[in-house]
């Protein structure tokens, strides 16, 4: 019996294997490209044939990321079962090309709830309920929960080592090393070496001192990543290893670069494939050649560039809409074209700004805040058979705008305070009364029948198909005359007809609108075909 079967010998369900385990915490400040780094260590490691899973936690008191500010944390992404999580899992998915869950994403707010409820029901049969041992175990089940069916699984925990609202997820990682060996933990750690210009030098204090705080609370790290701006000679390196007592050879340097799709291929140049063939005991070289011809495709200038417009409420802050403008960029490399975004703002919107650009994406988002300006793209695009993609409110939006064009002059939104006879978009009857709380929308994966013969159908290759969804409202199909009038007809419903899900255009080159986030589901080696189709239209 191996040492993981021992310790989880309760658990009915364990694999016969044992998982090991990649822990990645940073040091110095936030942002330092944790979730990159335990990424590109993941698409290595499933390069070599590995089953691969990946997690995130963190220490939010948040229940879920449902309710965060995009402007503070970026792009809302959601899992396939319906968990509202961190834009990193989004990057997890592109990297791995796998489908993460709702175990992959774990939150302080929702551990805290767990286990006030616990102990509210008399779960802990009287017992004092504490930070260790309660809420450090109950860490430690989610993520043996997370990477029970994988090879290796990797945990990023979110933060900074020594915040406050972290420790306990240190504390947990530290500990989970005595459930299933040391052996089976391999700790990464990331920290930032920062460039003064004044002096013309890399200062290795701030990470010095992140090691130290590391260190202070337990855990050495196997691996120490120093991102830096520039390139940084070995001697840094060396410097933070004999400063820290860790090996030399095991403090790595990831300089910045301008794609993060190449950081796979800079984590293997820094030396960390021997440490990781050592971690898993196998020294199969990692099969990167679609990573490869990718980079290739996306580094050369090609004859033809496409200018996406994209109407955004959060103009300027690309994390808001990180998976849309990643498959955009993905689909027009294996496209074989350059691309060029313009953030238009959809409060400002002008018919000069639509007219230079080449095609039109308006995404997803909530609230009246640069409604009109949606509407006005997709009323541009029909007029002028610009291609258009519409995601989410981009459908809700494309509706409002064809009904109009029909004849319904102040066809509008129930979101937006339109009157009965003119909510082209309503709320259904089993939503209604839940519209300020969080998590009680549509999330997650959701059939849809394609209409035979529909573009929609044709540009997916099948009459059934499955995408997942983030929203609340609804076409309200009693108006589908009107918006046929305007010039969209229903391409997708849900399986009993119920749910609008796909729209497209009669008389356009290009006019696609979906209920659903196709953009969730893409991948820089596997894009999304309506993505890909969108470009081919604008080419």
């Not at 993460?100 to 017992?127: P, W």
């Not at 390196?237 to 993060?260: M, T």
């Not at 820094?270 to 980079?295: C, H, N, Q, Y």
């Not at 996306?298 to 809409?321: C, P, S």
Request: charged share 25%; aromatic share 8%; glycine share 10%.
């Amino acid at each position: 019996m191996t040492k993981t079967q021992k310790v989880d010998k309760n658990d009915s369900k364990n694999n016969a294997k044992t998982v090991k385990y990649i822990f990645v915490t940073g040091g110095v400040l936030s942002g330092v490209g944790k979730g990159i780094t335990a990424a590109s260590i993941g698409a290595i490691l499933k390069a070599k044939g590995y089953n691969v899973s990946i997690q995130k936690c963190d220490p939010y008191l948040n229940v879920d990321a449902g309710l965060l500010n995009p402007v503070e944390h970026g792009e809302c992404f959601v899992t396939a079962d319906g968990k509202e999580t961190d834009l990193d899992l989004g990057h997890y998915e592109r990297f791995l090309d796998f489908e993460t869950s709702k175990f992959s994403s774990v939150l302080s707010g929702a551990l805290y709830q767990e286990l006030i409820e616990k102990e509210r029901s008399g779960g802990f049969h009287g017992k004092t309920v504490q930070m260790v041992p309660h809420f450090t175990d109950l860490v430690q089940e989610k993520i043996a929960l997370a990477g029970a069916k994988s090879d290796i699984h990797i945990v990023e925990i979110g933060g900074t080592v020594g915040d406050y609202e972290g420790l306990s997820f240190i504390e947990a990682i530290r500990l989970f090393a005595n459930r299933v060996g040391r052996e089976n933990c391999l700790y990464v750690h990331v920290v930032y070496v920062p460039w003064i210009n004044t002096s013309k030098e890399l200062k290795t204090k701030p990470a010095q001192n992140a090691l130290k705080d590391l260190r202070g609370f337990g855990i050495i790290p196997d691996v120490v990543v120093c991102r830096t701006e520039r390139p940084a000679p070995r001697a840094i390196c060396e410097k933070i290893a004999a400063f820290s007592g860790i090996d030399k050879d095991a403090v790595l340097n990831l300089p910045d670069i301008e794609s993060v799709y190449d950081v796979p291929f800079n984590v293997l140049k820094s030396g960390v494939l021997e440490i990781l063939d050592k971690f898993v005991g196998s020294d199969t070289e990692p099969d990167m050649a679609r990573w490869k011809e990718f980079s290739r495709l996306r580094e050369k200038k090609w004859a033809k560039t496409v200018r996406v417009g994209l109407v955004a409420k959060y103009v300027g802050n690309e994390d808001a809409y990180i998976c849309v403008t990643e498959a955009l960029k993905a689909a027009t490399a294996w496209e074989k074209c350059n691309i060029e975004i313009a953030w238009l703002d959809a409060e400002k919107l002008t018919d000069e700004e639509l007219k230079s650009v080449d095609g039109i994406v308006v995404p997803g988002g909530f609230g009246v805040r640069g409604a009109e300006g949606k509407i006005r793209a997709a009323m541009y695009a029909l007029e002028n058979d610009r291609p258009y993609l519409g995601l989410c409110l981009g459908m809700q939006m494309a509706c409002v705008a064809a009904a109009r064009r029909g004849g319904m002059k102040n066809a509008g939104s129930e979101e937006f305070g339109a009157g009965e006879g003119e909510n082209v978009i309503y709320i259904m009857e089993d939503q209604k009364g839940k519209e300020s709380t969080g998590g009680t929308m549509r999330l997650g994966d959701c059939p849809a029948k394609l209409k035979k013969g529909s573009k929609v159908a044709k540009i997916y290759g099948e009459g059934h198909v499955v995408e997942r969804h983030r929203h609340r409202y609804e076409v309200n199909q009693k108006f589908l005359p009107e918006i046929e009038k305007g010039g969209l007809v229903v391409a997708g419903t849900s399986p009993d007809g119920k749910l609008v899900e796909f729209v497209e255009g009669t008389n356009s080159k290009f006019f696609v609108a979906t209920q659903a986030h196709p953009e969730f589901r893409s991948r820089p080696l596997n894009v999304h075909p309506l993505f890909r189709e969108f470009v081919k239209a604008m080419k």
